[in-house]
């Protein structure tokens, strides 16, 4: 048996058991992977994220759910990056880049109330969903008139892919109740695609979207408090399928979380050459052990 550290932050707020939370493991780099897929598997939460070293980036961060390896997640970098940042571990530095299997992207801090870390995503890519809205919205516990028919549902990615659903109304998120067993028959294009329902109408009248994030099966969780990643992709969404601007960039406030008492906000900016960034903070919760 193998004694881990764990260092619990939550992601996209600033209060403790709001926003997203992540497994930060600090000694990655002496585990091997079926080791970190132990650990996430044992923490539970969506994502456990480990630092390491790289020759291709200033470091590299691998991610965990308990079912699988992913190429990226928002939440986990922004509690991976915090930790790291306040521990010292990153010395004076404010700009350094990331390997992940996503790609080697740029990372920024800032203070504005607090530390603020700002990462750029993936270039945003959508694909065609030609599978039943019927059969979508039985999936998510809601009827298929709350699915807004005017905006395209689709696939899309700015590192990890999730099928962008947009709704009519916030009532119908309170009703939500998914069946996430149900999805890789409906997603038929992307079996391993988690499900991402939208709105425009929002809860905070500083937000421009809200938003859940039910997971795929194969991932061991149910449903993610807010998700980076998936913002990410919801602002490139925006820029293309809602204001149809490419001239100008966007600055965007996507709220999560409500629904499940994990309240949290991304910040996303959409340049006009279809770059995204996402921008969130995470607070330090506690830290535990596991044996694997």
Known sequence: MKTIKVYHYDAFSNIPNMGNPAGVVLDGDNLEEEQMQAVAEKVGFNETAFPLKSDKADLRIRYFTPGHEINLCGHATMATIYALKTKGLLGDKTDFTIETKAGVLPIRLHSKDGLYITMKQAIPQFQEFNGSLQELA??????????????????????????????????????MNPNNKLFP????????????????????????????HFSSPFSGTIEDPVTGTASGVMGAYYARYITKNSDSSLNLLIEQGQEIGRNGRVSVTVTKCDEIEITGNAVYVNDFEVSI
């Open 138 to 175: 039985l999936s998510m516990g809601i009827h298929e008139g709350d699915i807004e028919t005017e905006l395209p549902t689709l696939y899309g990615s700015t590192g990890t892919w999730t099928l962008l659903i947009p709704i009519i109304s916030l009532a119908a998120f309170k009703r």
């Open 185 to 212: 028959n409906i997603l038929k294009e992307m079996p391993r695609a988690s499900i991402h329902p939208f709105c425009l109408e929002t809860y905070d009248s500083n937000a421009h979207m809200h938003a859940r």
